[in-house]
C-alpha cells in the first residue's frame, strides 16, 4: 500500500509562482512513474506534467516552458516547480504514482488557486 501526501498548494496572483511536493511512503514495489494530474471545475481531470525513473519528463502543452517536474528517487517525492501562473491553471492537483508492478496510487489533491 501507497500512501501519498501532497503540499505546497495555495493563492498566488497572475504570474506567480508555486512548488508542490508529494511524498511516498509505506510498503511497496519500486516506483516506476510520477506525476500530476489536475482537475478543474466542472472539467475532466487532465494530465500535467511526468516523469520517470529514468527522469524522462512529459508535460501537457499547455504547461510546457513554465512547469517543471523533478523527482527525488531516494526520498520517493516528486516536485512540481510552477512559473508564471495564469487564472487557468486553477484547479485540484493530483499527485499519482505507478509502481513497477503495475499497481497506481492518487493522492488526495491540494488547490492552486492563480488570481487574475
Known amino acids: 500500500q501507497v500512501q501519498l501526501v501532497e503540499s505546497g498548494g495555495g493563492l498566488v496572483q497572475h504570474g506567480g509562482s508555486l512548488r508542490l511536493s508529494c511524498a511516498a511512503s509505506?510498503?511497496?514495489?519500486?516506483?516506476?512513474?510520477m506525476g500530476w494530474y489536475r482537475q478543474a471545475p466542472g472539467k475532466q481531470r487532465e494530465l500535467v506534467a511526468t516523469i520517470t525513473s529514468g527522469s524522462n519528463t512529459n508535460y501537457a502543452s499547455s504547461v510546457k516552458g513554465r512547469f517543471t517536474i523533478t523527482r527525488d528517487n531516494a526520498k520517493n517525492t516528486v516536485y512540481l516547480q510552477m512559473n508564471s501562473l495564469q487564472p487557468e491553471d486553477t484547479a485540484a492537483y493530483y499527485c499519482?504514482?505507478?509502481?513497477?508492478?503495475?499497481?497506481?496510487?492518487w493522492g488526495q489533491g491540494t488547490q492552486v488557486t492563480v488570481s487574475s
Open positions: 499519482r504514482v505507478h509502481l513497477i508492478n503495475g499497481y497506481g496510487y
Open positions: 509505506g510498503s511497496f514495489a519500486s516506483i516506476y512513474t
